[in-house]
């Protein structure tokens, strides 16, 4: 009988399901410790103004509270780090001003935590804090980064001139202007890409607690990386050293990069609950989700693009202005730069690539990493402009792009951004998804619609992201402060079952089901026999946590390094035992087996005889079968893929619905075909979220308009297509499993092909580009011509 | 009224009968959560737009956090815990697991409790009666497409 | 969220008698005592601190206030906490006012229609943003202007905005007003009164703090819809920023009573999310009385009902959507 098939490349069913559908999920919301208190934040509901005192009197007199704290309080306490330094076009380093956990003279956004209220329940913490009085006197505020640049413009910190974070640059911009110079066509597009709100489901919560007998601190939180949570409150804001602060992210209720950031509510609780010797738990209402946690995208561009008269690509110039809002959240300055201007070179062979970015400070929410990061950013622009470029030269969108794709040939493809592409097939991607999106069918089905008096239009994107995130040498050069290694511990048990402990988090992903099978099908063992844990410093010996899609490009190679230790520790033990020279001992499907002979030990028998070592080579060899890997890769991975969107629009009431949406990418290796589809499927449906009804709306003044699910509007079941998936593979080439991360490519690749569509379908109009979200207000104003177009 | 006694609220909970207290304005999530410890219902808004405290009362979908735990005084209610009978997970849970229905399951169990309240009126939905059940409820995951599946398939269809 | 005692009257009166002012979010901020119905609105109300009352009066408890029933001459009436699902799937309702039970069956989501009131629905409050933000003082909470008029306005109104520019949030009221329904409203003395819906909403010129004409210690307890005549015709179309649940961005109810000989003896035309009260387009009416509906008379009603609109900066587009609506629930009604 044969086992059945649950190695890389089956759809196993997720092993985490089992508890999220039977309500036994454990999110951190669902833990309560004993003597547990409760933290209220108090938060600015002004946007800048002068922090001039805050009379807390009431407060600490109202029913059941503990204690009071606002920055006066945290003597001792350093700021939130910022994790990754940019430098300016003239080798400064960017403005960094200090980011203090509770505001300290000023509050800088709606949102700005001032105080925090600690009482025994929820609701005397929340009605305390009402009794809080805040000296505020408010200060003009900026909202925008247009508004931000402008002469004059109200400053948010002292230390950053005209509200300028940094002014930075990449490429070789007399290459560039040499080849506009020449260019038989240039084309130009200004454009937003437009602030998203992440809302995960699950809202931030955190609970510290603290054992006055070892002194060792805990923080549950909702985090993506609790070793980084433990790197950077230990060791930069509170001094707590690593051996005294364990940091564990249960079950965590969706991420998208919002629960990388290590926040205010984390080192508070950590720090009251030392203070006060009772556990402290803080949850978010969704409203102080809204206004706290890091927000995503927000840049202004212009893109211009030199070609020549065949409409080969010569050179592209981007300037661009991003926000960075009030302070900079962990890793903000990387995003605009090291994984957005980096990615300008798209799947093209454009030569000269010049983009300059300045990013910018204003009285907003910080804006930080949201699901792809910098690289939609990237795509928005590329996709739109090559559409443009083929609209204004009279070429078709399809053979524009065929024209100027890196040939597979071409790989490994330097580009002129710094990046280094190691594999890659544009044109299968292109083509299989033209054939599963019918793209040759189109006009019979814009014909069709046009006869009920709708608007049909197709649009598509070739894009390319990179993730895995990332070689620690590179990245180091470029200004992070920490190495993007990921870590590994195989534990084979004396009896042949195994435990997986990865620095990867999953929050969504189903990394308990893809590393399991991973592990069951390098090492043989039944997938029921292999346990994955997460999320717990005191399990797990370190590890950099999810995000950039890296957890199996760079976590599944660490345990691939981890598990060739295992095999090779093993193949000593089965040469001892079979009596046979090391390197005539294989090990294939769970089995040492001595080359050329039926004489083997599976792996239990070795695990077994190295826990019981009677019959051991213990005179060279340790007991134990359990080891531990890092892994650092050598370069990012570089999925990439093309994304059809077809769309119809009610001409007369400017409403959009995606009617068909195709999505082929080139992921690397699957491991599991269901959850990549699963993952793409969610990718495209907040693409299509931004493209169509996300956008986060500050007011002039700085207030957020947006702040609940009924005036940020996500797609809900209703209105949303079926999002088909296919792949085409080409493998990586510089880690263990060929794998390339699919976590990001949904949101990556599709805004650009919704917008492109919904322009194809307005061609008649003579709209050559138009901002996201697409709402029906702007299509109308479109088709009228009215003067809101140009406004947005 | 700080110090006075919570009234004590009888209702069925799963099958089995619940006394617990509970003041005017405590709402039927915190109930759960908090006094009962059944943490499976989740809270994902600050009231009405997300559709993650869905629970059955009196087998309709109504939300736990729009709900007084005082207005359940007699009435029949049902959670995510109560709906594997016996320890066996229902056909709308199996099928969310073969499906892939669940990503980050922070959503799912309001999601299973909106779809449990479609089936019970609704045994043969059509896709689009699916997703307008399901429209109360949000998912950042999925993008809903293995959820309509799901309900699919349990209902016969899939 | 400020604590409030609560009170389950048994009967209309009892409950009229323990609110100073009343309903479900109601008309001004310090309320003594408000009048819970679904508590879907009140709740929000309640924890954003727009409302502050020491009791809230649940009318769940008072017996067959959630009838929806024909009296002999066929005229029907709903109570006023009638579930909105219970509207929307009552064969009354689906039979004799589809365009109601339309407007109603496309506005929030299911697990919120299974709770929420037609009385509620009528009472919410709106859903301007700066309303229900805490840092905007606004003209309709004492404040000194209205924020909307010169900021993100593209949701809000196209008539009567000089003041105050909110839309009134209620698909529901759209469709009834169409119907020429008719309110009931009780007192604490025991006594009612009988208004047309379309009288009771008020307008931020009568009366900037009052959404509605409910007076202390009354509770509107139902709705009564006359029997159709026979001949009408009926639609209402919701058009939101997407196809489900969200605020609409305009929505249009049509009543159209045509004789047997094919001419419009009355029409009524409504527009929802225009103004701060649902919106009668008398013009559009007149366009459609005394002729042989059809494309003609509907592009012309189109036309004519957003004559004296005064749109705001953001939300001009709303001219045209609305022109769309009318027109096509004209013909929607007529197929």
């Given at each position: 009988m044969n086992a059945p098939f649950e190695g890389i490349?089956?759809?196993?069913?997720?092993?985490?399901?089992?508890?999220?559908?039977?309500?036994?999920?454990?999110?951190?919301?669902?833990?309560?410790?004993?003597?547990?208190?409760?933290?209220?934040?108090?938060?600015?509901d002004r946007a800048h103004a002068e922090l001039r005192g805050i009379d807390t009197a009431a407060a600490k007199a109202s029913a059941g509270v503990v204690a009071v704290y606002t920055s006066a309080d945290l003597t001792g306490i350093g700021g939130l780090p910022c994790g990754w330094q940019i430098h300016n076009k003239d080798g400064s380093p960017m403005a960094e001003p200090a980011h203090p956990v509770l505001?300290?003279?000023?509050?800088?956004?709606?949102?700005?935590?001032?105080?925090?209220?600690?009482?025994?329940?929820?609701?005397?913490?929340?009605?305390?804090?009402?009794?809080?009085?805040?000296?505020?006197?408010?200060?003009?505020?900026?909202?925008?980064?247009?508004?931000?640049?402008?002469?004059?413009?109200?400053?948010?910190?002292?230390?950053?001139?005209?509200?300028?974070?940094?002014d930075w640059e990449i490429g070789d911009k007399g290459a560039v202007d040499a080849a506009f110079a020449k260019a038989a066509k240039t084309v130009k597009l200004d454009l937003t890409n437009n602030r998203l709100i992440p809302n995960a489901m699950e809202p931030r919560a955190a609970i510290g607690e603290y054992d006055p007998t070892t002194g060792e601190h805990t923080l549950y939180t909702t985090s993506q990386n609790p070793h980084v949570i433990r790197?950077?409150?230990?060791?930069?804001v509170l001094q707590i050293p690593e051996h005294k602060l364990r940091v564990v992210a249960p079950d965590v209720g969706g991420g998208f990069g919002s629960k990388i950031y290590h926040y205010a509510e984390e080192a508070i609780v950590t720090w009251a609950s030392g203070k006060l010797a009772q556990p402290v738990k803080w949850a978010a209402e969704r409203n102080e989700s809204f206004m706290s946690d890091a927000h995503g995208r927000d840049h202004v561009s212009t893109a211009e693009l030199a070609l020549a008269a065949d409409g080969t690509f010569l050179a592209l110039r981007v300037k661009t202005l991003c926000n960075m809002g009030a302070y900079l959240s962990t890793f903000a300055p990387a995003v605009p730069t090291y994984l957005y201007a980096t990615l300008l070179a798209g799947v093209y062979k454009t030569p000269a690539i010049y983009a300059e970015v300045k990013a910018v400070f204003t009285n907003t929410v910080p804006v930080d990493a949201y699901r792809g990061a910098g690289r939609p950013e990237a795509s928005f622009l590329l996709e739109r402009l090559v559409d443009v470029a083929a609209r204004d030269t009279g070429m078709d969108r399809v053979e524009i792009r065929r024209k100027n794709f890196i040939p597979k040939d071409a790989f490994p493809y330097q580009t002129p951004v710094a990046l280094q592409y190691d594999s890659g097939d544009y044109v299968s991607t292109l083509d299989a998804a033209m054939k599963h999106a019918d793209w040759a069918g189109?006009?019979?089905?814009?014909?069709?619609?046009?006869?009920?008096?709708?608007?049909?239009?197709?649009?598509?994107?070739?894009?390319?992201?990179?993730c895995g995130i990332a070689p620690s040498k590179v990245v180091g050069s470029l200004g992070a402060r920490a190495g993007l290694y990921e870590v590994a511990n195989i534990r084979v048990h004396p009896t042949g079952s195994v435990t997986v402990f990865t620095g990867t988090h999953s929050h969504g992903q189903g990394h308990e089901t893809t590393m399991a099978q991973l592990v069951s099908d390098q090492l043989g063992v039944p997938f029921s026999q292999v346990e994955v844990v997460h999320g717990d410093t005191s399990k797990i010996p370190f590890g950099m946590g999810t995000y950039g899609s890296r957890s199996l490009a760079v976590g599944g190679s660490a345990m691939v390094k981890a598990m060739d230790k295992i095999i090779t520790k093993g193949r000593k033990i089965a040469a001892h035992l079979l009596e046979a020279a090391v390197e005539d001992v294989e090990f294939k499907d769970g089995k040492f087996t001595v080359a050329g002979t039926d004489r083997s030990k599976t792996l239990s028998e070795i695990a077994l005889t190295a826990y019981v070592p009677h019959n051991y080579p213990i005179e060279e060899l340790e007991p134990g079968l359990d080891e531990t890997a890092f892994y650092d890769p050598k370069n990012f991975t570089y999925p990439g893929g093309c994304h059809v969107c077809e769309v119809e629009i009610d001409a007369e009431t400017g409403v959009v619905s995606v009617v068909n949406f195709t999505a082929v990418d080139d992921v690397g290796r699957v491991v599991n075909p269901m959850i990549v589809e699963g993952q793409v499927q969610g990718g495209v449906a907040q693409g299509i979220g931004q493209a169509l009804l996300e956008n986060a709306v500050y007011d002039q003044d700085g207030q957020l308009l947006s702040g609940s699910f009924m005036d940020y509007t996500m797609p809900r079941a209703d209105n949303l297509p079926n999002i088909k998936v296919g792949t085409e593979t080409t493998l990586c080439t510089h880690n263990p499993l060929g794998v390339k991360g699919c976590g990001e490519v949904g949101a990556i690749g599709s805004p650009p092909a919704v917008i492109n569509a919904v322009v194809d379908a307005l061609s008649d109009y003579g709209v050559r580009h138009l901002d996201m979200p697409a709402s029906p207000q702007k299509i109308w104003s479109i088709i009228q011509g009215a003067p809101r177009m140009a406004a947005e | 009224m700080p110090n006075e006694p919570e009234p004590i609220r009888h209702f069925r909970l799963n099958g089995r009968n619940c006394a617990v207290p509970a003041a005017d304005h405590t709402l039927l999530v915190e109930t759960l959560r908090e006094t009962l410890g059944h943490v499976g219902t989740k809270q994902g808004c600050d009231g009405g737009e997300c559709g993650a405290c869905t629970v059955l009362i009196d087998g309709v979908a109504r939300l736990a956090c729009l709900t007084r735990t005082g207005e359940c005084e007699g009435h029949e209610i049902e959670t995510i815990e109560g709906l594997a009978a016996g320890g066996r997970m229902s056909r709308l849970q199996r099928a969310f697991h073969e499906r892939l229905g669940t990503q980050c399951g922070y959503c799912t169990p309001?999601?299973?409790?909106?779809?449990?309240?479609?089936?019970?009126?609704?045994?043969?939905?059509?896709?689009?009666?699916?997703?307008?059940?399901?429209?109360?409820?949000?998912?950042?995951?999925?993008?809903?497409v293995k959820i309509v599946e799901a309900v699919l398939e349990a209902a016969g269809a899939g | 969220m400020n604590r409030f005692a609560y009170a389950s009257p048994a009967t209309v009166t009892e409950a009229a008698a323990a609110t100073?002012?009343?309903a479900e979010a109601m008309v001004t901020f310090d309320e003594s005592a408000v009048l819970k119905a679904g508590g879907i609105d009140l709740l929000d109300l309640l924890k954003l601190e727009l409302l502050t009352p020491s009791v809230v009066v649940n009318l769940r408890a008072i017996k067959g206030l959630d009838a929806i029933t024909q009296d002999a001459a066929g005229n029907v009436a709903i109570g006023a906490m009638a579930t909105l699902s219970q509207v929307a799937e009552h064969p009354l309702v689906r039979g004799s006012y589809p365009a109601l039970a339309t407007a109603i069956a496309g506005a929030a989501g299911p697990q919120l229609r299974n709770?929420?009131?037609?009385?509620?629905?009528?009472?919410?409050?709106?859903?301007?943003?700066y309303l229900r933000s805490p840092a905007h003082h606004c003209l309709r909470k004492g404040g000194g202007h209205c924020f909307a008029i010169h900021g993100e306005n593209q949701y809000h109104?196209?008539?009567?905005?000089?003041?105050?520019?909110i839309v009134h949030p209620s698909t529901a009221a759209t469709a009834l007003v169409a119907l020429n329904a008719e309110v009931e409203l009780h007192d604490a003395e025991g006594a009612t009164r009988r208004l047309p819906l379309e009288d009771f909403f008020v307008g931020p010129d009568d009366d900037i703090q009052r959404e509605n004409a409910l007076r202390p210690r009354e509770v509107l307890t139902a709705i009564h819809l006359r029997k159709p005549a026979s001949g009408t015709r009926m639609a209402h179309l919701r058009q939101g920023e997407k196809a489900g649940f969200d605020w609409p961005l305009a929505d249009v109810a049509v009543v159209l009573a045509i004789g047997p000989d094919g001419v419009c003896r009355e029409a009524s035309v409504v527009l929802g999310a225009a103004a701060p009260v649902p919106h009668r387009a008398r013009a559009a009416e007149q366009a459609l009385q005394g002729r042989h509906p059809g494309e003609a008379a509907a592009g012309d009603a189109a036309r004519a009902a957003l004559r004296g609109a005064t749109p705001l900066s953001l939300n001009a587009y709303k001219l045209a959507l609305f022109e769309t609506l009318v027109r096509r629930a004209i013909l929607a009604a007529l197929a």
């Open positions: 490349g089956a759809s196993m069913k997720r092993k985490e399901d089992l508890r999220f559908i039977s309500g036994h999920g454990h999110y951190v919301d669902d833990i309560n410790r004993p003597g547990q208190l409760y933290a209220y934040i108090k938060r600015s505001a300290s003279g000023k509050v800088r956004h709606v949102g700005d935590p001032v105080a925090v209220v600690i009482a025994e329940t929820k609701q005397q913490a929340k009605d305390a804090a009402e009794k809080l009085v805040v000296d505020y006197k408010d200060l003009p505020a900026v909202a925008t980064v247009t508004d931000a640049v402008k002469p004059g413009a109200a400053q948010v910190h002292e230390g950053a001139a005209g509200n300028v974070c940094y790197l950077l409150m230990g060791a930069f189109f006009p019979a089905r814009r014909a069709a619609a046009k006869a009920k008096g709708k608007l049909r239009g197709i649009g598509m994107s070739t894009y390319l992201e990179a | 309001g999601m299973i409790m909106a779809a449990e309240s479609l089936l019970r009126r609704d045994p043969h939905p059509t896709e689009t009666a699916i997703r307008e059940a399901l429209s109360g409820n949000l998912c950042r995951c999925t993008g809903y | 100073g002012l009343v709770v929420a009131t037609l009385g509620g629905n009528l009472l919410q409050r709106p859903h301007c943003w109104a196209i008539f009567d905005n000089h003041a105050c520019a």
